[in-house]
């Protein structure tokens, strides 16, 4: 009977070890190396994880996501979000991979924009024009962070009048939640003490074969958008709206990513391959069905739900696989490695009145919401 019970103890203590290694093995980030001190703030990581096994790993520090795992057609869990395995690396490296950005996500031209008659002046950090909220947008600061329970975090952030040179004191909160359908679901909401201009998004890069596991060309993407909206060499929009008919960008049906990114096509010579806003097929605000992006090996598929009125869809082109681009297990992040699906509102809009407008006042609440699900075929 002792005999019995010690076997039984033995085999449970050698069944925990082995559950704690499998759980170590699949969990690519450890929460250790991002317990830092930046601005005078505590960095943090956060798991996030259903009932499925999906988990989502995101820091903090510019409210970054760190790893998406989700299963392939076997069952196999992989990291599909490009990243890093510290917070010294995300402080260091590449600024946009996971970020929430803002105060406005894309382009303004010439750095200025013009607001009830007022003209505001803006850090220019892209040549001649502002990128992602300027020189220290919400991709470089510290989030509060809240972890409400084992599937969702809210981060918030106090962003102040004249922050790069935006008016208004804007409080932005952005949930992040981890659905039992295998959804990842932003919820953003915001209000402002001045009118101000806003524009928020998540700048993931996926590779749904794995972060590292080469390019994406054979990616199979479909975008609910019958019109782009074509920019000049500098990536910012003309003002017209193109149909995608009869042109590379027209992924009404799907078709691998590389199909046609090397056509003989100004708009891609102008990027490098895509990096384009997409006008969605939608109503105003309504949660809708945007794009839907699979991966013939792995059989993972990734469909986009947003109430934005945009999809920025970017092939990766700047980065090197070289220096800040070497990421998690020191895998090489190089051009078109992945894709990024950023649900938004379109690129310079505070200059194009043309275009959906991106003005907050006081007394009202910006809301906005974007869904990841992920399944297999």
């Given at each position: 009977?002792?005999?019995?019970i ?18 170590s093995?699949?969990i ?9 001190t930046?601005?005078g ?10 009932s ?15 790893s998406?795992?989700?299963?392939d ?16 690396e ?24 013009e ?17 992602h ?36 004191t ?52 479909q ?61 105003e ?44 297990g ?12 950023e ?20 007394g009202e ?11 297999t075929?």
């Amino acid at each position: 009977m002792k005999r019995l019970i010690l076997f039984g103890l033995f085999a449970a203590i050698l069944f925990m070890g082995c559950e704690k290694n499998m759980e170590s093995s699949v969990i690519p980030v450890h929460r250790e190396n991002f317990q830092v001190t930046h601005d005078g703030k505590q960095v943090d990581l956060f798991t996030l994880k259903n009932s499925n096994g999906m988990t989502v790993q995101l820091t903090n520090y510019g409210g970054k996501l760190v790893s998406i795992l989700v299963p392939d057609k076997d069952g196999n869990l992989g990291d599909v979000c490009l990243g890093y395995e510290s917070a010294e690396e995300y402080i260091n490296g590449t600024a946009s991979l996971g970020a929430t950005i803002g105060r406005y996500a894309n382009r303004i031209a010439g750095g200025q924009f013009e607001l009830n008659g007022q003209v505001y002046q803006l850090f220019k950090n892209n040549g001649p024009h502002t990128i992602h909220g300027g020189k220290k947008g919400y991709r470089f600061v510290v989030w509060d962070a809240e972890q409400i329970d084992d599937q969702s975090v809210k981060l918030s952030y106090l962003s102040p009048d004249g922050e790069e040179g935006f008016p208004g004191t804007l409080l932005v909160k952005v949930l992040f939640t981890v659905t039992d359908d295998n959804e990842l679901k932003l919820e953003y909401t915001a209000t402002t003490d001045k009118p101000t201009v806003l524009n928020l998004t998540n700048h993931a890069f996926y590779n749904l074969k794995g972060e590292g596991q080469g390019d994406v060309m054979d990616h199979v993407l479909q975008v609910n958008a019958d019109q782009f909206t074509p920019t000049d060499e500098t990536a910012i929009p003309t003002g017209a709206f193109r149909d995608v008919a009869g042109t590379p960008f027209d992924f009404r049906t799907p078709k691998p990513l590389g199909q046609d990114i090397d056509a003989d096509n100004q708009q891609l010579e102008f990027a490098g391959g895509y990096d384009h806003n997409f006008v969605l097929n939608k109503e105003e605000g309504e949660l809708a069905f945007a794009a839907r992006l699979s991966e013939p090996t792995t059989g993972r598929v990734m469909e986009v739900f947003t109430t934005e009125p945009g999809l920025q869809v970017y092939t990766a082109n700047a980065l090197t696989g070289e220096g800040t681009d070497i990421g998690k297990g020191g895998k090489p992040y190089g051009p078109r490695s992945s894709v990024c699906l950023e649900t938004q509102h379109f690129p310079d809009s505070p200059n194009h009145p043309e275009f959906p407008s991106t003005a907050l006042n006081p007394g009202e609440t910006y809301t906005s919401t974007t869904i990841y699900k992920f399944s297999t075929k």
